[in-house]
Protein backbone atom coordinates (compact mmCIF):
# COMPACT_ATOMS: atom_id res chain seq x y z
CA UNK A 1 0.00 0.00 0.00
CA UNK A 2 1.06 3.60 -0.88
CA UNK A 3 1.45 6.14 2.18
CA UNK A 4 2.46 9.55 2.48
CA UNK A 5 3.15 11.36 5.37
CA UNK A 6 3.73 15.61 5.48
CA UNK A 7 4.27 15.96 9.69
CA UNK A 8 4.61 19.05 9.73
CA UNK A 9 0.89 20.79 10.11
CA UNK A 10 2.05 24.49 10.00
CA UNK A 11 5.04 26.16 9.18
CA UNK A 12 5.78 30.14 10.07
CA UNK A 13 8.84 31.65 9.12
CA UNK A 14 9.49 35.52 8.38
CA UNK A 15 10.23 36.63 4.80
CA UNK A 16 13.71 35.76 3.55
CA UNK A 17 14.44 32.77 5.93
CA UNK A 18 15.20 29.45 4.66
CA UNK A 19 12.47 26.38 5.09
CA UNK A 20 12.30 22.76 4.73
CA UNK A 21 8.91 20.83 4.03
CA UNK A 22 9.41 17.50 4.67
CA UNK A 23 7.73 14.33 2.75
CA UNK A 24 8.05 10.64 3.99
CA UNK A 25 6.48 7.80 1.70
CA UNK A 26 5.77 4.48 1.59
CA UNK A 27 5.47 2.12 -1.09
CA UNK A 28 6.42 -1.87 -1.75
CA UNK A 29 7.36 -0.41 -5.76
CA UNK A 30 10.22 -0.15 -6.87
CA UNK A 31 9.04 1.99 -9.66
CA UNK A 32 7.28 4.90 -8.38
CA UNK A 33 7.09 8.99 -8.63
CA UNK A 34 7.01 11.23 -6.44
CA UNK A 35 5.51 14.77 -6.49
CA UNK A 36 4.87 18.12 -5.39
CA UNK A 37 1.90 20.56 -5.53
CA UNK A 38 1.41 24.22 -4.63
CA UNK A 39 -2.24 25.19 -3.38
CA UNK A 40 -2.57 28.54 -3.10
CA UNK A 41 -5.83 29.86 -0.93
CA UNK A 42 -7.47 30.32 -4.61
CA UNK A 43 -7.85 25.83 -4.13
CA UNK A 44 -5.94 25.13 -7.41
CA UNK A 45 -3.47 22.92 -7.02
CA UNK A 46 0.10 24.11 -8.67
CA UNK A 47 2.00 21.10 -10.03
CA UNK A 48 5.85 22.15 -8.93
CA UNK A 49 7.98 18.70 -9.40
CA UNK A 50 7.72 15.09 -10.55
CA UNK A 51 10.70 12.92 -9.92
CA UNK A 52 10.91 9.00 -10.73
CA UNK A 53 12.12 6.84 -8.08
CA UNK A 54 15.59 5.51 -10.43
CA UNK A 55 16.44 9.39 -10.15
CA UNK A 56 17.87 10.37 -7.23
CA UNK A 57 19.32 13.32 -8.32
CA UNK A 58 18.67 16.37 -6.25
CA UNK A 59 17.09 19.24 -8.41
CA UNK A 60 17.03 22.64 -8.02
CA UNK A 61 14.88 25.52 -9.83
CA UNK A 62 15.11 28.91 -8.93
CA UNK A 63 15.06 29.14 -5.05
CA UNK A 64 13.59 25.61 -4.60
CA UNK A 65 15.33 22.87 -4.42
CA UNK A 66 14.52 18.92 -3.67
CA UNK A 67 16.20 16.55 -1.88
CA UNK A 68 14.80 12.72 -2.71
CA UNK A 69 16.80 10.23 -0.54
CA UNK A 70 15.92 6.43 -1.01
CA UNK A 71 17.45 5.24 1.81
CA UNK A 72 15.25 7.47 3.72
CA UNK A 73 12.05 6.99 1.74
CA UNK A 74 12.07 10.52 2.08
CA UNK A 75 11.48 13.54 -0.47
CA UNK A 76 11.92 16.78 1.47
CA UNK A 77 11.73 20.37 -0.08
CA UNK A 78 13.59 23.44 0.47
CA UNK A 79 12.72 26.65 -0.13
CA UNK A 80 15.35 29.70 0.14
CA UNK A 81 14.93 32.91 0.87
CA UNK A 82 11.28 32.56 2.12
CA UNK A 83 8.62 35.38 0.15
CA UNK A 84 5.24 35.92 1.36
CA UNK A 85 4.00 34.75 -2.01
CA UNK A 86 5.04 31.62 -1.24
CA UNK A 87 1.90 31.06 1.34
CA UNK A 88 0.47 28.21 0.49
CA UNK A 89 -0.30 25.10 1.27
CA UNK A 90 2.19 22.27 0.09
CA UNK A 91 1.36 18.85 -0.92
CA UNK A 92 3.68 15.85 -1.44
CA UNK A 93 2.03 12.61 -3.50
CA UNK A 94 3.00 9.29 -4.14
CA UNK A 95 1.92 7.59 -7.39
CA UNK A 96 2.92 3.42 -7.89
CA UNK A 97 3.82 2.38 -11.09
CA UNK A 98 1.22 0.94 -13.17
CA UNK A 99 -1.55 3.15 -10.81
CA UNK A 100 -2.62 6.30 -12.39
CA UNK A 101 -4.21 7.87 -8.81
CA UNK A 102 -2.23 9.81 -6.37
CA UNK A 103 -1.80 9.27 -2.49
CA UNK A 104 -1.42 12.57 -0.90
CA UNK A 105 0.01 13.84 1.82
CA UNK A 106 -1.97 15.38 4.51
CA UNK A 107 -0.19 18.74 3.58
CA UNK A 108 1.84 21.65 5.34
CA UNK A 109 0.65 24.90 5.44
CA UNK A 110 3.66 28.03 5.19
CA UNK A 111 3.04 31.17 5.97
CA UNK A 112 5.69 33.68 5.25
CA UNK A 113 5.66 36.50 7.18
CA UNK A 114 6.77 40.25 5.79
CA UNK B 1 -9.59 27.97 -22.08
CA UNK B 2 -6.14 26.91 -21.41
CA UNK B 3 -6.52 25.34 -18.25
CA UNK B 4 -8.95 23.00 -16.44
CA UNK B 5 -12.28 24.36 -14.95
CA UNK B 6 -15.04 23.78 -13.09
CA UNK B 7 -18.57 24.72 -12.37
CA UNK B 8 -19.35 25.78 -10.04
CA UNK B 9 -16.66 27.27 -8.23
CA UNK B 10 -19.26 27.33 -5.01
CA UNK B 11 -22.18 24.78 -4.24
CA UNK B 12 -24.66 25.09 -0.89
CA UNK B 13 -27.09 22.51 -0.75
CA UNK B 14 -29.82 21.30 1.39
CA UNK B 15 -29.32 17.90 2.85
CA UNK B 16 -30.73 15.58 0.38
CA UNK B 17 -30.85 17.37 -2.44
CA UNK B 18 -29.03 16.07 -5.49
CA UNK B 19 -25.65 18.07 -7.14
CA UNK B 20 -23.61 18.13 -10.23
CA UNK B 21 -20.34 19.28 -10.67
CA UNK B 22 -18.96 19.77 -13.94
CA UNK B 23 -15.25 19.61 -15.18
CA UNK B 24 -13.84 20.73 -18.59
CA UNK B 25 -10.94 19.16 -18.86
CA UNK B 26 -8.06 20.56 -21.03
CA UNK B 27 -8.65 20.34 -25.07
CA UNK B 28 -7.09 16.63 -26.18
CA UNK B 29 -6.19 14.75 -22.22
CA UNK B 30 -7.58 11.58 -22.79
CA UNK B 31 -7.62 10.99 -19.10
CA UNK B 32 -9.68 12.43 -16.13
CA UNK B 33 -10.06 12.14 -12.11
CA UNK B 34 -11.98 13.16 -9.60
CA UNK B 35 -10.78 13.76 -6.31
CA UNK B 36 -12.35 15.12 -3.28
CA UNK B 37 -10.61 16.85 -0.46
CA UNK B 38 -12.05 17.34 3.22
CA UNK B 39 -10.88 20.46 5.15
CA UNK B 40 -7.75 20.02 6.07
CA UNK B 41 -6.68 17.14 4.22
CA UNK B 42 -5.02 16.27 0.51
CA UNK B 43 -6.91 15.23 -2.19
CA UNK B 44 -8.33 11.62 -2.41
CA UNK B 45 -8.82 9.85 -5.03
CA UNK B 46 -12.50 9.40 -6.23
CA UNK B 47 -12.67 8.02 -10.43
CA UNK B 48 -10.76 7.79 -13.17
CA UNK B 49 -11.85 8.26 -17.08
CA UNK B 50 -10.00 7.36 -19.97
CA UNK B 51 -11.78 9.19 -23.05
CA UNK B 52 -15.78 7.94 -22.09
CA UNK B 53 -14.44 4.94 -20.00
CA UNK B 54 -14.83 4.80 -16.14
CA UNK B 55 -11.65 2.53 -15.73
CA UNK B 56 -11.66 3.11 -12.30
CA UNK B 57 -14.01 3.70 -9.23
CA UNK B 58 -12.87 2.19 -6.43
CA UNK B 59 -12.64 5.63 -4.87
CA UNK B 60 -16.61 6.90 -4.32
CA UNK B 61 -17.28 6.80 -1.19
CA UNK B 62 -21.17 5.36 -1.92
CA UNK B 63 -23.41 4.80 -4.52
CA UNK B 64 -24.67 8.12 -4.45
CA UNK B 65 -21.98 9.09 -6.20
CA UNK B 66 -22.09 9.08 -10.04
CA UNK B 67 -19.27 10.16 -12.40
CA UNK B 68 -19.87 10.43 -16.06
CA UNK B 69 -18.03 11.33 -19.19
CA UNK B 70 -20.45 10.66 -22.42
CA UNK B 71 -18.37 12.02 -25.41
CA UNK B 72 -14.72 11.79 -23.29
CA UNK B 73 -14.75 15.35 -22.56
CA UNK B 74 -16.26 17.40 -20.03
CA UNK B 75 -17.50 15.23 -16.96
CA UNK B 76 -19.89 15.36 -14.43
CA UNK B 77 -20.32 14.40 -10.92
CA UNK B 78 -23.34 14.13 -9.34
CA UNK B 79 -23.83 13.28 -5.95
CA UNK B 80 -27.63 12.35 -4.63
CA UNK B 81 -29.66 12.99 -1.54
CA UNK B 82 -26.42 14.73 -0.43
CA UNK B 83 -25.04 14.33 3.43
CA UNK B 84 -23.29 16.85 5.27
CA UNK B 85 -20.16 14.77 4.92
CA UNK B 86 -19.93 14.93 1.43
CA UNK B 87 -19.17 18.33 2.21
CA UNK B 88 -15.70 19.33 0.61
CA UNK B 89 -13.93 20.67 -2.50
CA UNK B 90 -14.08 18.20 -4.89
CA UNK B 91 -11.10 18.71 -7.62
CA UNK B 92 -10.90 17.56 -11.52
CA UNK B 93 -7.62 16.76 -12.94
CA UNK B 94 -6.92 16.16 -16.94
CA UNK B 95 -3.47 14.41 -17.42
CA UNK B 96 -1.38 14.67 -20.73
CA UNK B 97 0.77 11.70 -22.12
CA UNK B 98 3.69 12.09 -19.81
CA UNK B 99 1.49 11.58 -16.72
CA UNK B 100 1.28 15.22 -15.54
CA UNK B 101 -1.65 16.17 -13.71
CA UNK B 102 -3.50 19.35 -14.17
CA UNK B 103 -6.11 20.27 -11.49
CA UNK B 104 -8.91 22.73 -11.62
CA UNK B 105 -9.90 25.02 -8.86
CA UNK B 106 -12.14 22.83 -7.55
CA UNK B 107 -15.89 23.28 -6.08
CA UNK B 108 -16.44 23.50 -2.69
CA UNK B 109 -19.59 22.55 -2.03
CA UNK B 110 -21.24 23.28 1.56
CA UNK B 111 -24.14 20.20 2.52
CA UNK B 112 -26.29 22.35 5.26
Known amino acids: AQKVTQAQTEISVVEKEDVTLDCVYE???????LFWYKQPPSGELVFLIR??????QNEISGRYSWNFQKSTSSFNFTITASQVVDSAVYFCALSESGNYDMRFGAGTRLTVKP | GAGVSQSPRYKVAKRGQDVALRCDPI?????LFWYQQALGQGPEFLTYFQNEAQLDKSGLPSDRFFAERPEGSVSTLKIQRTQQEDSAVYLC??????????FGPGTRLTVL
Open chain 1, 51 to 56: RNSFDE
Open chain 1, 27 to 33: TRDTTYY
Open chain 2, 27 to 31: SGHVS
Open chain 2, 93 to 102: ASQREDNEQF
